[in-house]
């Protein structure tokens, strides 16, 4: 579906930061709605959620055990 998102898990990306998260949530509500920028009068609902799809895969990539690799994805 969204070919530019990359996989964010250990050991795929060893070091994740906040903006690689961000990037792939945004990536997917573009594809999702439709707009690559959003008009004035959706920016709002846009954001939101950019934000909610970044926290569910915080929580999803804090979630992960990752076999043999010492732990938690995290």
Same mark, same amino acid.
């Given at each position: $579906?969204c070919r530019?998102?990359?996989?964010?898990?250990?050991? $795929?990306?060893? &070091?994740? %930061? #906040? !903006? #690689?998260?961000?990037?792939?949530?945004?990536?997917?509500?573009r594809?999702?709605?439709?707009?690559?920028?959003?008009?004035a %009068?959706?920016? !709002?609902?846009? /954001?939101?959620?950019? &934000?909610?799809?970044? &926290?569910?895969?915080?929580?999803?990539? /804090?979630?992960?055990?990752?076999?043999? *690799? *010492?732990?938690?994805?995290?």
């Amino acid at each position: $579906m969204c070919r530019s998102i990359k996989t964010l898990r250990p050991p $795929m990306t060893p &070091e994740l %930061h #906040d !903006e #690689d998260i961000r990037a792939a949530a945004l990536q997917y509500v573009r594809k999702v709605s439709g707009f690559r920028a959003p008009a004035a %009068h959706n920016r !709002e609902v846009f /954001d939101q959620a950019v &934000e909610a799809v970044a &926290e569910a895969t915080r929580r999803l990539l /804090d979630g992960i055990e990752v076999r043999g *690799g *010492g732990g938690r994805a995290s």
